[in-house]
């Protein structure tokens, strides 16, 4: 017998120059520590069961991020964030644990990622003026070809304020947008809120 949790959690602080594959090292950790009973794949060298969503970029604070894990004991979801925040880890907090039925990865679950950008009124003038339009071209080189894809497809919604823009993007990186706008990613401040559950369960119907 064996049950998929998963974690909403934030990761914030230093815990944002961790990166992807560091991130499923210290989960590994934090879970024997925290004595959750793991489910382990099989072969030589067997892994905890544990699966992230799309990376994360480094120096990125990501708030409500999602991990799945398996675990081989019927422990609550009240335990198992218990368990999990009593380790006390600065940067990382676990929100709430769900238990899941389907097999459908966190990446075709949750597609829809929203980030706030932060930097000066001309950095974001620049950002806003490059979301307005109708088509966001990237190039990249790929064996001596020069390919396009379109980015503005993946802009689903985005809003200018005063000292920030809120940005709902489709499976892909605020990152991806500074290159093509020539903006250094050091100049601006990404923060992932979580994600457009809204819209989640709009896919679902």
Known sequence: MFMKKRIFFDKYGMMRFISHL?????LDRILKKAHIPMKYTQGFHPRPKISLGNPVSLGTEAFNEVVDIEIEEDLSNQEV????????????????????????????TYTNAIFELSSTSEILDRLESLFKQEKIIEKK????????????????NFHRESSL????????????????????????KIVKKGYNFNEMEGNLC
């Open 141 to 156: 080189e790929k064996n001596g070809k020069i390919i396009e894809r379109d980015l503005g497809i993946r802009v689903k």
């Open 165 to 188: 823009i809120r940005l709902e993007l489709v499976n892909t990186s605020p990152n991806s947008f500074l290159i093509i706008a020539g903006i250094d990613v050091k100049d601006v």
């Open 81 to 108: 964030l218990e368990r999990l925040n009593s380790i006390n880890i600065r940067g990382f907090r676990v929100n709430e644990v769900i238990e899941v039925k389907d097999k459908k990865s966190i990446v075709e």
């Open 22 to 26: 560091d991130l499923l090292r210290f």
